[in-house]
């Protein structure tokens, strides 16, 4: 997590914390979202996103004995495996740097952690470094565009989690996620919805490289809520009432 990013969700929670009623803290574990709320006994986890760009899920995926895998088991892990299992420019590149690492296609293994890298047949660090410093190479291995990603992500964040998160601020705009509203917010609230592009990317790092779907609602319906826990000039506060 950025510095930029602690420090917003740390203001999202002071500023729901202000409400009557309402008490806010920032979470620590990954397995759960980002703000834990308690209003009236009730209490339910929010997610925060510095704007509406930002990257709504990133599971790691790995390739080993001729398929795409992953550990992970949320909703969009499962349709990252899927996309990349299907996906023709994945298939190219596996056949790619196979042969860029002189390792059989048959028996090549992608990491996405450290401990994978020492497997025997895996593509070490500095070959996929080295692949992709290449010109003209692509980091994206898988693209499916257009898709509905505000479903995705509503699965995601309602069954993915340890504990369901059905509200999200994300910038300076406040949406459920599913219909569900266990804190009796405002019914006016719209909800999480929108398309994207599907991505999945190889990211190299210092000491290991990992694959990670990159998951981001391009078109946000609706673009704009009327809702901020903010304080901002003409939104709605949805834990004033």
Same mark, same amino acid.
């Given at each position: 997590?950025?510095?930029? #990013?602690?420090?917003?969700?740390? $203001? ?5 914390? #202000? ?9 620590? +574990?990954v !397995?759960?979202? +980002? ?7 009730t ?7 510095? =704007?509406?760009?930002?990257?709504? =899920? ?6 080993? +004995? ?24 994945? &298939?190219?590149?596996?056949? $790619?740097?196979? &042969? ?6 048959? #028996? ?9 890298? !020492?497997m ?13 410093n ?15 990603? /505000?479903?995705?992500?509503?699965r ?14 994300? /910038? $300076? ?8 509203n266990?804190?009796?917010? $405002? ?18 790092? #210092?000491?290991?490289?990992e ?8 078109e946000?319906?609706?673009?704009? =809520? !009327? ?9 709605i ?5």
């Amino acid at each position: 997590m950025s510095v930029a #990013s602690d420090k917003f969700e740390k $203001d999202v929670a002071a500023a729901i914390n #202000s409400a009557p009623n309402t008490k806010a803290a920032q979470g620590r +574990d990954v !397995k759960y979202a +980002d703000v834990q709320v308690t209003r009236n006994g009730t209490t339910v986890w929010l997610e925060v996103k510095m =704007s509406h760009g930002d990257n709504l =899920s990133n599971p790691r995926c790995f390739y080993m +004995d001729g398929k795409w895998q992953t550990t992970y088991t949320t909703p969009v892990a499962a349709e990252t495996v899927k996309i990349l299992n299907k996906s023709s420019q994945a &298939a190219k590149f596996i056949k $790619d740097i196979a &042969a860029y690492s002189g390792i059989p296609e048959k #028996s090549i293994i992608i990491a996405t952690n450290k401990g994978q890298l !020492k497997m025997p047949g895996c593509v070490p660090l500095h070959v996929m470094k080295s692949y992709f410093n290449q010109p003209g190479i692509n980091r994206y291995i898988a693209n499916e565009p257009n898709m509905n990603i /505000g479903e995705l992500v509503t699965r995601h964040y309602l069954e993915g989690k340890a504990a369901p998160a059905y509200y999200i601020q994300a /910038g $300076d705009d406040f949406y459920m996620i599913g219909s569900k509203n266990p804190l009796g917010l $405002d019914r006016n609230i719209p909800k999480l919805a929108g398309t994207g592009d599907f991505k999945v990317r190889v990211s190299t790092r #210092s000491q290991f490289y990992e694959v990670q779907a990159e998951v981001k609602i391009k078109e946000f319906m609706p673009k704009k =809520s !009327k809702y901020s826990v903010l304080g901002t000039t003409g939104k709605i506060n949805p834990f004033s009432k």
